[in-house]
């Protein structure tokens, strides 16, 4: 079975739900879920943003791939630096719609 981070915009949150659950239902994958942002919830403490960013590192770190939640395109400057960590580690890419 196939570990993957899940990574994308919270504003695709609910998108990125129903994406986890297809993936670990229709797929087969193990998904390790990164989607803390709810419509009005606001993430302005500092420590607080390190620590859910450090833990998304290393559930890259963890994972066999990243699968990329890029609805129409967008892919904001977080996704593009777990992207690039990703491709550091000898992780797989895995973009939702094709590039």
Known sequence: MKVI???GSMKFNKQMRRIARALETKQG???LQCVYSRKNDKM???EEMHNIE???YKKIELSDAIYVV???GYIGEA???NIAFAKK???QIIY???M
């Open 44 to 46: 302005d403490n500092i």
């Open 79 to 81: 996704t593009k630096r």
């Open 29 to 31: 994958y193990c998904v």
């Open 5 to 7: 981070t899940l990574c």
């Open 70 to 72: 890029n609805i129409d």
């Open 54 to 56: 450090n833990a998304h």
């Open 96 to 98: 939702h719609e094709a």
């Open 89 to 91: 580690k000898g992780k």
